[in-house]
């Protein structure tokens, strides 16, 4: 039960960490093309499931591209997986 807590609390803290690139108007777009692959490698680790395959693909996209980062990708991702991911809703 608690792990549950901590990946939606993580993920919000991912979610804030790729939108800090908006702080630094003329570094922000080179910190995205850095931060887009690691937080892609991040999503598939801390879920491990098949929505986060696809979700890590949407959030490489979404972090590439210019003036996406307020997208939450991480608790979009835990949501679904909550959703659709058999192992997480078993109580």
Do not use: H, Q
């Amino acid at each position: 039960m608690k792990s549950k807590y901590i990946k939606l609390l993580l993920s919000i803290l991912l979610d804030a960490l790729g939108m800090l690139s908006y702080l630094v108007p003329e570094l922000g777009e080179f910190i995205d093309v850095v931060w887009a692959p690691l937080s892609s490698f991040i999503l598939m680790k801390l879920y491990k499931n098949k929505v986060s395959k696809y979700m890590a693909v949407v959030g490489f996209v979404e972090e590439i591209l210019p003036f996406t980062d307020i997208v939450p990708t991480f608790t979009i991702t835990y949501v679904l997986s909550l959703c659709f991911d058999k192992k997480e809703t078993k109580i």
